[in-house]
T-cell receptor, first 115, second 114 residues
Framework: GENVEQHPSTLSVQEGDSAVIKCTYS??????FPWYKQELGKRPQLIIDIRSNVGEKKDQRIAVTLNKTAKHFSLHITETQPEDSAVYFCAASMYSGGGADGLTFGKGTHLIIQP | DVKVTQSSRYLVKRTGEKVFLECVQD?????MFWYRQDPGLGLRLIYFSYDVKMKEKGDIPEGYSVSREKKERFSLILESASTNQTSMYLCASSLRTRLGQPQHFGDGTRLSIL
């Protein structure tokens, strides 16, 4: 089955600086890669996703890049703010013409924004 | 806005009990999922369903079963609860299409098995 590795497990950056979280996946058939943010005691919330036919996607201060050849994808947060402090999870899945497929998650990155 | 509702926020049960966790979504999503979340392990898929009465095993199905009698409701069943099933359980739902679709999560049920 799919295996997703996520690094680093903890990331501390100064407010205003950029943060980068990296993930690798094992199954070359995976074609959908979402990123979730989870604040303490709350549900995971989707912040951005990318499909394998796209190399990069941006949404304001957040961007995701995908390198299918190397089987890795990264989350980039620019101009970090205190409210960006949370645990971030990457995930991978393979969708086909059928129905569902569950997500395989990385173990998470605890992002700490230092004032 | 998608709403995924889990019946209990906190639940305490005893070893050997049969435990039911309920999840309801209001967006007519075909797909529903159950994950457990443990510190340092991330989220792991237990079971999922892409249609009424259909179910598929995820990565860690042992000790669990599921039921999907109606499209909006997906139940997770611990047949005989054990202490290693103490965890946060998260339900999610998504549309069923050819392309990957975002999964929307409930608030979770923190289950303690004593």
């Amino acid at each position: 089955g799919e295996n997703v590795e996520q690094h680093p497990s903890t990331l501390s950056v100064q407010e205003g600086d950029s943060a980068v979280i990296k993930c690798t996946y094992s199954d070359s058939a995976s074609n959908y890669f979402p990123w979730y943010k989870q604040e303490l005691g709350k549900r995971p919330q989707l912040i951005i996703d990318i499909r394998s036919n796209v190399g990069e996607k941006k949404d304001q201060r957040i961007a995701v890049t995908l390198n299918k050849t190397a089987k890795h994808f990264s989350l980039h947060i620019t101009e970090t703010q205190p409210e960006d402090s949370a645990v971030y999870f990457c995930a991978a899945s393979m969708y086909s013409g059928g129905g569902a497929d569950g997500l395989t998650f990385g173990k998470g990155t605890h992002l700490i924004i230092q004032p | 806005d998608v709403k995924v509702t889990q019946s209990s926020r906190y639940l305490v049960k005893r070893t050997g009990e049969k435990v039911f966790l309920e999840c309801v979504q209001d967006m007519d999503h075909e797909n529903m999922f159950w994950y457990r979340q443990d510190p340092g392990l991330g989220l792991r898929l237990i079971y999922f369903s892409y249609d009424v009465k259909m179910k598929e095993k995820g990565d860690i199905p042992e000790g669990y079963s599921v039921s999907r009698e109606k499209k909006e409701r997906f139940s997770l069943i611990l047949e005989s609860a054990s202490t290693n099933q103490t965890s946060m359980y998260l339900c999610a739902s998504s549309l069923r299409t050819r392309l990957g679709q975002p999964q929307h999560f409930g608030d979770g049920t923190r289950l303690s098995i004593l």
